[in-house]
């Protein structure tokens, strides 16, 4: 279990505190295309630097990397012939096609990138000798910091080192932040413990449980009493992103200065008896769960064995009701039919 850091005065990084020369005449390696593989490549190729796309024969995203302006090998020649390999497939994929088409042609004085923490704070990749291993996580969907970078923007990223061979790793990530957009926002100095478990932290117990849960009960709650369905999905879906962009922009405050006085105080009366103390005791169990490495064993185990609960409860929550009716409204509003991800979402409902 990782124990808490002292609270300090946070090191961030910005454009003045990397160099992107470090990146000059060293070929980087990005393996995967997808969400964030297609925007950490093309950002780094139109920062200047040399990259190459490493994937599997008769991979789909082959053809499309290469439409994108992009080189594209073999993981295991595209390992060989760079100096940074930045490991960007999912995680439950990553220790067999390391050991596999990775591990065996790494060499000392190169440097092994990631954008999560996870197999390396759960122990599924080894950390070989002489090699560099940091990470650079930026805070956002691949799509979205492709999106911003192509607009002279950024998001914010994390940088962590977890071996430092060469006693320039945290030099080389922080290049590599800057060609691909994140400290012009700004990257947070942390670990690969932090960065991993506070991640899937996040994602169980706000970003993704908690608040798919909470819409989902309230959402019951009305129909169950009578109340349209329509009704209630505007109520507790679709006005969720108005609330989500005021807090994104000025925190829980902006929000609360910008809903009605009715909406605050029923903000202040009502959200402790939803979230609790049995609701904290729960947060701090699923906590304990990934710091242990619970979550990380049970995930890999429900992966190598087929994925049978994942794709039962992915298929059981498409057909619960608020997606039938959410698809029905979606079509409704053609600002929503405008975005693709929009699109596909309404699609899978």
Known sequence: ???????????????????????????????????QGHAHAQNLADSGVEVVVGLRPGSPRWDLARSAGLEVATTADATRSASIIMVLVPDPDQRALYEREIEPHLRPGQTLMFAHGFSIRFGEIQIP???????????????????????????????????????????????????????????????????AETDLFGEQAVLCGGVTALVQAGFDTLVEAGYQPEVAYFECLHELKLI???????????????????????????????????????????????????????????????????????????????????????????????NPTAQSAGAVA
């Open 129 to 195: 000798e002489g090699v560099d291993v940091s990470l650079v996580a930026p805070k956002c969907p691949g799509h979205r910091l492709r999106e911003l970078f192509v607009s002279d923007e950024g998001v914010p990223a994390l940088v962590a080192v977890e071996a430092d061979a060469s006693g320039r790793a945290l030099d080389d990530a922080l290049a590599y932040a800057k060609a691909i957009g994140c400290t012009r926002a700004g990257v947070l100095l942390t670990t690969f413990a932090e960065e």
């Open 244 to 338: 989500v962009d005021l807090m994104y922009r000025g925190g829980l405050g902006l929000m609360r200065y910008s809903v009605s006085d009715t909406a605050e105080y029923g903000d202040y009366v009502a959200g402790p008896r939803i979230v609790d103390e049995r609701t904290r005791e729960t947060m701090r169990a699923i906590l304990a769960e990934v710091q242990s490495g619970q979550f990380s064993r049970e995930w890999l185990a429900e992966h190598r064995s087929g994925r049978a609960r994942l794709l039962a409860e992915r298929r059981r929550q498409g057909d619960h009701q608020i997606e039938a009716v959410g698809a029905r409204l979606r079509q409704m509003m053609r600002f929503l039919a405008a």
């Open 1 to 35: 279990m990782t124990k808490p850091r002292e609270v300090s005065a946070p090191t961030l990084f910005y454009d003045r505190d990397a160099d992107l020369a470090r990146l000059r005449g060293r070929r980087v390696a990005v393996i995967g295309f997808g969400s």
